[in-house]
């Protein structure tokens, strides 16, 4: 039998703040970004809106992972060294 998926809500307000956690920095080139939204669906912290057509993050709950980086079809954001 199939196994099913499930969608999680998730509370921003009421989670944890993860981004003490971080060693390495996501930085979103703006010039670059094409607000495509790929990163908002693949960050696991929900740490990343599209505000103003670009991707913004929120760096309280960003625990640097590095996902968004790899996933961005347009190479818009470079993890760094806090
Ligand atoms: S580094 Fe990870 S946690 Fe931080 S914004 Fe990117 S995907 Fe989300
Ligand atoms: S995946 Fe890349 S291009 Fe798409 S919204 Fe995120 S930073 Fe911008």
Request: charged residues 30%; hydrophobic residues 35%; aromatic residues 6%.
């Amino acid at each position: 039998m199939a196994e099913h998926g499930a969608i999680i809500k998730h509370d921003q307000k009421k989670a944890p703040k993860t981004g003490a956690w971080r060693y390495m920095h996501p930085e979103v080139d703006k010039e670059k970004c094409i607000g495509c939204g790929t990163c908002v669906g693949f960050c696991p912290d929900a740490a990343i809106i599209i505000k103003d057509g670009k991707a913004e993050i929120d760096y309280e709950y960003c625990k640097g992972c590095g996902v968004c980086a790899e996933v961005c079809p347009v190479k818009a954001i470079t993890m760094r060294k806090k």
